[in-house]
Nanobody
Framework: QVQLVESGGGLVQPGGSLRLSCVAS????????MYWYRQAPGKQRELIAT???????DYLDAVKGRFTISRDNAKNTVYLQMNNLKSEDTAVYYC??????????WGQGTQVTVSA
């Protein structure tokens, strides 16, 4: 059974930092691309960062230069380091394991709130 568990969300002031983690089980982690999405209230879920099995990364322009995605295959974990957070980064953040057919397996999400 595939399971993804996110952690690391919380309340942070503008300009602050958070690191999200997503631990996977039930898959051969190193073979999967890992994606981070977010969904703000009243908005559609958007893809913000991806890391391939080859460690190639890509980012939504809105987070480029502030967020860094990384993975540790030995720990079955993908991370999202978020720096210089802004109020518009407030959202529920989800990780997804994506196979070669682009089938997504989702985590439960973790809330990130950026507010003074």
């Amino acid at each position: 059974q595939v399971q993804l568990v996110e952690s690391g969300g919380g309340l942070v002031q503008p300009g602050g930092s958070l690191r999200l983690s997503c631990v996977a089980s039930g898959i051969i982690f190193s073979r999967y691309a890992m994606y981070w999405y977010r969904q703000a209230p009243g908005k559609q879920r958007e893809l913000i960062a991806t890391i391939a099995s080859t460690d190639n990364t890509d980012y939504l322009d809105a987070v480029k230069g502030r967020f860094t995605i990384s993975r540790d295959n030995a720990k079955n974990t993908v991370y999202l380091q978020m720096n210089n957070l802004k109020s518009e980064d407030t959202a529920v953040y989800y990780c997804a394991a994506v196979n070669m057919n682009s089938v997504h397996t989702w985590g439960q999400g973790t809330q990130v709130t950026v507010s003074a």
